[in-house]
Each structure stands twice: as C-alpha cells, then as structure tokens.
C-alpha cells in the first residue's frame, strides 16, 4: 500500500465537514447499570420472558450460538445493557440502552447484531418521534461499530462515529429518540445493501421489543443516513413492507445523501480515482464475503493481494491505498465482465437498488458532484459524481420513485465531493426530519429532475 499521508488528510477533512453542522463532541462513556427489562411479544415473534442484562463487553458482544438464535424470529432481543454518553452540547450524559438481537444475513440465516437507543435529555420536550440514524463507519471489524464507540471503547477506526454524534445531537435536541444500529453486523461485511436494512429494520423491532428503550411501536420513524448509512437507511425503506410490515406501519420518511444505487456503476466510477479505489477493493471484499462468494478462482495475483490487504479493515487503511482499481486487473481475463461470474452477477442484481420495489416513504436524497476535489474524474459514460456516489445513478432512482407515487425532494449539490457534502446534508436532513415526525406535508421536487443513467 502506498503512503497513508493523504488518508489522514482525507479523513481529517471528513471531521472538519462534520464540525460544520455545529454538533457535540463527546467525551468519554463508561458503564451504567439498569434494570432488566421483561417483554411480552405477540405471535409469530419468541423471545425470552426476561431479557437478560449483560453489563460486560465482552459477555455482551459474545455471539449467540446459532442453534439459540434459529429459535428466535427476526428482531428478538437477546440482551440488554444500559450506558451513559456525554456530548458537549448537553449538561448530563444520556443514557443508551443496547440490545443485542437476533436478525438475518444476506443468505437468509440466523445471525445477531447489536442496536443503541440513545433517549433524549431530560430537559428536552419529547417529540414522540424515533429516528434510525445509520453511521457511515464503514468498517468490516465488528470492533469499529457505533455500539462499542457509544460505550467508550473508540478505536481508529471507529473513531468518525465521535464525529458523526454532531448529525445526531441536533436530533435529540429536537426530542427524538435516536435508535443507532451497528449496520454492519458482527460478520465482516462491508456495502451488503440488503443485510444492512435487514439489520436496521430488526433492530427497530428489537428496540420496541425491550422496555427498557422505551421506543413505542406506533411512534413516528424516520429512517435517516449519509453515504455508507444512506445504504443502510435506503435499503431498510426498500424492504420495510415486505420484511418487517410491522415496522413500515410507523415510517414516516427516508432521508439518505451519498446513495450507492447501482453497486457495479459506482465500482467502474470510483476504481478510476486513487482517492476511492481502495474503497471498491473493500466493497468487493464486503459483498462477496456476505454473499458467500468464493472469488479465489477467478482473482489475478494482484487481485488476491487486493483482497488480502481489504479484509479486516475500515474505509480509512482503504481510502488512497492504490492509483486506481479496475475489474481487469483483478480478475483474470477468461472473466471479462461481471456477466461471465454468475455468482457475482446474482450478487450485484440482489444489491441494485433500482431492481427493486419503490418504498412509498417520503424521500430526502441529496446528491453531490465535482468528484475531481477527491480525485475520481469523471467516467466517460456514467458521468461526474462526488468521488465514489454517482449523480446519473441517483437521479434516475429518485425518477423512478416519483414515477411509481412516491413524494421525493431531491437536491444536487453541484460541486465539493462526498465528504463536503456530508456536512450540508446533514444541515438540510434535520429540518427536513423534524417535519415528518411532525406530520407536516413532505416536499416534492418531482417533475424538476434531470435524466441519469440507466439502472438495469
């Protein structure tokens, strides 16, 4: 890999972009104890009659067998903990109640993940509202995930999720409850679009399920994410009516910035930039991984040297890890397109998200360009977009919901890149809530949005 000067340099511009929401810094969390809770869930759902309380991390992150979690239905809670957190923004730190749950993986099995609800100071009116915030802390090591962050233990690469409590301090400020998923599961995967909604809408489930978090069932629900959480949030409005229509009854709206439509177009845009490239190389790690492709026997030497150096990492030891990253050099040449590996081809169908249904959620998607500021010119067909995101590929989603009835507002911003744009979705993304769980009219700009690329 080459030097790492200019991945600091980028991720300290991340930070910066964050700092302009004028948000909180936290300072430390440590441990709490709290009440075990006892649940009473409706059929088909099992759970146990009392969810334990598991104060220790490593009894509390320990994964369940799977033959225990084969006996639960989606969205069950296993444990439970309670844990302060402070931001600067507010006098006394705020109590977070982890849960960890059962839910289901990209091959339909059994597996667990862990979901925070941070509850709302109590100086603050409560809006009776609840919203999901998905972090972008892009990481395949389960260590790397919000939970353990919120519970003091930050490490390199969870270290943005300090910055991203800047998105979220906003929110509890306006009363919310916000109910912060570790997206990304315990299984190492990295840009899974499906699992990642599958955990989301699970972890809202479990988040009803233990009373201890106090997330009413019928409360008005914003799902809400800016690039790597915009997958997360994004595929949870997707599959809400039909994998979880308990929690789809209580959305009242998606707002997602940075979206990854079309996981192959975003890999032949951004491979072409150093600033990114090392970025694909994670994501093909991550999508194969969770899909369970065995991709050793179609890989070039560099190709497996690529995906040597992407297991186990977060997006910062990616970012500027390689000039660019195209499919020729990591595959062989017998395999000249994704076409020719159908395992690779099912996988890239299953994660394109304008092969599936139109969520009927109110949508907020905003969308940069100007990706020559993080050095990923252009693509000669796909156009411009903001590094890693394309503008064609969200234009065209955002369209398309508008065809199928859905309220969408779509804004561009034209130049910047992803990171940049970070900040100013963040800005928009909070008035934008506070409306929906009012229950105020949503915005439309349907009708004023240009044509993008095509998405099948």
């Known amino acids: 890999m080459r030097d790492t000067k200019k991945t600091r340099k980028t991720l300290w511009a991340t930070l910066v972009a964050l700092a302009l929401v004028g948000g909180a810094a936290p ?14 869930v409706s059929a088909p759902v099992t759970a146990p009659a009392e969810i334990p309380t598991v104060q220790d991390d490593g009894s509390f992150f320990s994964l369940p067998d799977g033959g225990d979690l084969r006996g639960l239905a989606p969205g069950a809670p296993v444990k439970q903990r309670t844990v302060p957190a402070s931001m600067e923004e507010f006098d006394a730190p705020l109590q977070v109640t982890q849960v960890q749950y059962r839910t289901t993986d990209s091959l339909g099995d059994p597996s667990a993940a862990v ?7 109590a100086s603050v009116e409560p809006s009776g509202g609840t919203v999901m915030y998905a972090s972008f802390y892009d990481s395949m090591r389960p260590e790397d995930g919000p939970s353990r962050v919120l519970a003091g233990n930050v490490t390199e690469g969870g270290a943005v999720v300090l910055a991203e409590l800047a998105f979220v301090a906003p929110l509890l400020a306006a009363g919310h409850t916000v109910v912060m998923p570790d997206i990304q599961g315990e299984r190492e995967i990295f840009a899974a679009g499906p699992e990642y909604g599958q955990i989301i809408l699970d972890g809202l489930r479990a988040a009803h399920r233990t009373p201890g978090a106090d997330v009413p069932s019928d409360a008005p629900t914003a799902l809400v994410g800016y690039s790597g959480g915009s997958i997360g949030a994004g595929w949870a409005a997707i599959l809400a009516e039909s994998y979880a229509p308990d929690v789809a009854e209580g959305i009242v709206g998606v707002a997602q910035g940075g979206t990854m439509v079309r996981p192959e177009h975003n890999l032949a845009y951004a491979g072409e930039g150093s600033g990114w490239s090392g970025v694909v190389g994670m994501a093909m ?23 040597a150096d992407m297991d186990r990492v977060a997006i910062g030891d990616a970012s500027d890890a390689y ?6 050099e990591i595959i062989r040449p017998e395999y000249p397109d994704p076409d020719s590996i159908p395992e690779v081809r099912r996988l890239l169908d299953d994660t394109n998200m304008g092969l599936r249904d139109t969520p009927p959620f109110p949508q907020l998607l905003v969308q940069a360009g100007g990706g020559t500021a993080e050095d990923t010119p252009p693509h000669p067909v796909l156009g411009d977009g903001d590094g890693v995101m394309l503008l ?11 065809e199928d ?11 910047g890149g992803h990171a940049m744009a970070g900040a100013a979705w963040a800005t928009q993304m909070v008035p934008w809530v506070n409306a929906r769980v009012a229950g105020e009219t949503p915005t439309s700009t349907c009708g004023q949005i240009p044509e993008g690329n095509p998405l099948v």
């Open 27 to 40: 300072a430390c969390a440590g441990t709490a104890d709290g009440p075990p809770g006892e649940t009473t």
């Open 115 to 121: 979901t925070s609800v941070i509850h709302p100071p």
């Open 285 to 307: 790690v991550g999508l194969t991984r969770a899909y369970g492709v065995d991709m050793d026997p179609y890989l070039t030497d560099t190709g497996r040297q690529v995906f």
């Open 323 to 328: 000039e660019h990253l195209r499919w020729d």
């Open 392 to 402: 064609g590929d969200t234009r065209t989603l955002a369209r398309k919901y508008c």
């Open 405 to 415: 009835g859905t309220d969408v507002d779509y804004r561009e911003i034209p130049t």
